[in-house]
Structures are given as structure tokens and as C-alpha cells.
């Protein structure tokens, strides 16, 4: 059973940071791209940023300079690191797994961007 659990978020004045992490069962982790994404109120969930098994990184334009996933495969866990934080990033954050033709999120963490 594939589980994905969010942590992190929390209230911070802008300019500030955050650093988010996605804990996952199961050993299927180190094998798939793994991603965060964000859902403002009365706006579609976009993506943030991704990562692949191997590593590679896409970032989201808004975001892009600011925020900087990673991921330890040894202990299944993405991180997001979120700097320079502005208002506008003001959302729930989900990680989300795609895996055998299945999508996988969790329950999202609030982040609040506010002075």
C-alpha cells in the first residue's frame, strides 16, 4: 500500500523559509518521480517542482531560484526546500507519487506566507 505523508508546513513572514518533507512507504520510492504540488484557494492544484529516480529536477517558473527539492531514496523521504517566500505561495503543498498507472497524494500540508 503506497502511503504519502506531508510535514512541515506551518505560518512565516515573507522572505522567510519553510522545509517541507514527504515521507513514503513502501520500497517502491527510489524507483519512480516523486513531486510537490500546490493548491491556492479558488485555484487549480499546479505543479511545484519534480524529481525523478535519477535525480533530475523541474522546477515550476514561480518558483524557480526559490524552492529546491530533493530526496534521500535510503529512507523514502522528498524534501522541499522553500526560500524567499512570498504571499502568492500561499497553499496547501502535496507530494504526489505515479506509480503503475496510479496516482498517489497526501494529504497536503498548509503553508501561509503572511506578515
Known amino acids: 500500500q503506497v502511503q504519502l505523508v506531508e510535514s512541515g508546513g506551518g505560518l512565516v513572514q515573507p522572505g522567510g523559509s519553510l522545509r517541507l518533507s514527504c515521507a513514503a512507504s513502501?520500497?517502491?520510492?527510489?524507483?519512480?518521480?516523486v513531486a510537490w504540488y500546490r493548491q491556492a484557494p479558488g485555484k487549480q492544484r499546479e505543479l511545484v517542482a519534480g524529481?525523478?529516480?535519477?535525480?533530475?529536477?523541474n522546477y515550476a517558473d514561480s518558483v524557480k531560484g526559490r524552492f529546491t527539492i530533493s530526496r534521500d531514496n535510503a529512507k523514502n523521504i522528498m524534501y522541499l526546500q522553500m526560500n524567499s517566500l512570498k504571499p502568492e505561495d500561499t497553499a496547501v503543498y502535496y507530494c504526489?507519487?505515479?506509480?503503475?498507472?496510479?496516482?498517489?497524494w497526501g494529504q497536503g500540508t498548509q503553508v501561509t506566507v503572511s506578515s
Open positions: 504526489h507519487a505515479h506509480l503503475m498507472a496510479s496516482d498517489y
Open positions: 513502501g520500497s517502491f520510492f527510489r524507483f519512480v518521480t
Open positions: 524529481i525523478s529516480s535519477s535525480g533530475t529536477t
